[in-house]
């Protein structure tokens, strides 16, 4: 009897083959990947970061890169060849670009997610990689080869438009680490190559 009391008066989690409570699912790989991008995402509502992050993104564009390039042959001798460095690494990602974004095909958060709107238009509609992230890092690893006293600047740059990508609702992480792997891969390529 006083087993049969000692039972009753037990908790569950006494009792050697209870079950624990249900703890929370653990997030899957994309919903921690979404949870960073709205947290980032959410910074585009402070007054002047959204109009900051679209001149940085619109520069990352090709305008800002096109300026450097075309600049670099009249600042320095080793200016051209630097040039010449650039054009080349950007021709080549975009042949790499164009083919991830084809064959991956994933959709820009914006379109894929209600709480994630697009702050400013889109190059086209698919998300991986990031080309912008994949140019100013190939080219920032150019650039820091021929003026290492410019290198800072660049690398903060880069940061900056990669930055611009998740906080103006365009890109996943994911998208960004990959694209700003594969801008250091394809410049470090190139001056193996070349």
């Known amino acids: 009897m006083a087993a049969a009391a000692l039972r009753q008066d037990a908790s569950p989690r006494d009792a050697p083959d209870a079950v624990p409570p249900s ?45 450097v390039v075309l600049l670099l ?4 001798t080793s200016g051209l060849a630097c040039a010449l460095r650039m054009a080349g690494v950007g021709l080549v990602n975009v042949v790499v670009y164009v083919a991830l974004k084809r064959s991956v095909a994933r959709p820009r958060p914006f379109i894929a997610h209600e709480h994630v709107r697009e702050c400013t ?56 680490v990959i694209g700003a792997a594969i801008g250091a891969i394809t410049a470090s390529a190139m001056f193996s190559l070349f």
Do not use: C, K, N, Q
């Not at 919903?31 to 619109?58: D, Q, Y």
């Not at 990689?129 to 006293?149: C, D, K, N, Q, R």
């Open 23 to 67: 703890a929370p699912a653990a997030l899957t790989w994309r919903e921690r990947e979404l949870a960073w991008l709205l947290v980032l995402h959410r910074t585009a509502e402070r007054r002047g970061v959204e109009a900051f992050f679209v001149i940085v993104s619109r520069l990352g564009d090709g305008l800002g890169w096109i300026f």
């Open 73 to 76: 042959p009249l600042v320095s």
């Open 121 to 176: 238009p889109a190059l086209d509609r698919y998300s991986f990689p990031s080309g912008h992230t994949m140019h100013a890092v190939a080219f920032t690893v150019v650039l820091a080869e021929y003026f290492p006293i410019a290198a800072a600047l660049a690398a903060t740059y880069a940061l900056l438009v990669s930055a611009s990508r998740l906080v103006l609702g365009l890109h996943y992480p994911s998208d960004v």
